[in-house]
């Protein structure tokens, strides 16, 4: 795999010239859609690109720009807001605690992420999860009558909040059933358990998120 410079020549299509062109590698910023609370485009800044020598649009993108295009999505965030029973978020503080005890309030953001994207990406653990949500909130003994309710918020990838969103389509669940579900799959595989479940994986994304 060839690793371009600024100054390369190559040859690419040109959808404005509708022809193939001569180009020229140089750095732009690129435009891109991808903002879920936006509708204007964000931007990828001073990304090496090929641009076509008659009428300068960028026609390619080489592959070792294609990290910097991905890393500037990753900022692309939308903001997630829900209101949950006072707790909830203490279960998920504790859960917290036992992976790691100098984890902040920030590692709770990281363990929901860690469970959401395995519940995207895992059919196995996606099926278990769907068949146990009845049990989940069925057997709930945590007292939340009178109880004060506290608000989690965070922002999110764009690829994050499809997963959400995947997730409560596929279960049929809202926003808040969903994060009370999910602390509550916390607590049966990580708070109640002697041995808890993803503990080496969890406390190296403690250790990640602290560093």
Not at 92 to 112: N, Q, V
Request: charged share 25%.
């Amino acid at each position: 795999m060839k690793l371009y410079i600024s100054g390369d020549r190559g040859k690419a299509i040109c959808e404005r010239c509708k022809d193939v062109i001569s180009t020229t590698f140089k750095y732009r910023d690129v435009p891109f859609s991808g903002n879920p609370s936006s509708d204007s485009p964000s931007m990828a800044k001073d990304i090496l690109v090929a641009t076509c020598d008659h009428c300068d649009a960028v026609v390619a993108i080489p592959p070792q720009s294609t990290p910097s295009i991905k890393a500037a999505r990753e900022i692309a965030t939308k903001s997630i807001e829900v209101r949950l029973p006072a707790p909830y978020v203490e279960l998920l503080d504790l859960a917290s605690y036992k992976i790691d005890a100098s984890a902040t309030a920030e590692f709770r953001k990281r363990l929901l992420a860690y469970y959401i994207h395995r519940l995207a990406s895992n059919e196995a653990a996606a099926k278990s999860f769907s068949r146990s949500l009845e049990n989940l909130l069925g057997s709930v003994k945590l007292k939340t009558a009178g109880v004060p309710r506290r608000r989690l918020s965070f922002k999110v990838t764009p690829r994050l909040n499809n997963e959400i969103e995947e997730i409560m389509e596929t279960m049929s669940l809202n926003r808040t059933d969903m994060f009370k579900s999910l602390v509550l799959q916390i607590d049966k595989d990580i708070v109640r358990p002697k041995k808890p479940k993803y503990l080496a994986e969890l406390q190296t994304l403690a250790a990640i998120s602290a560093s």
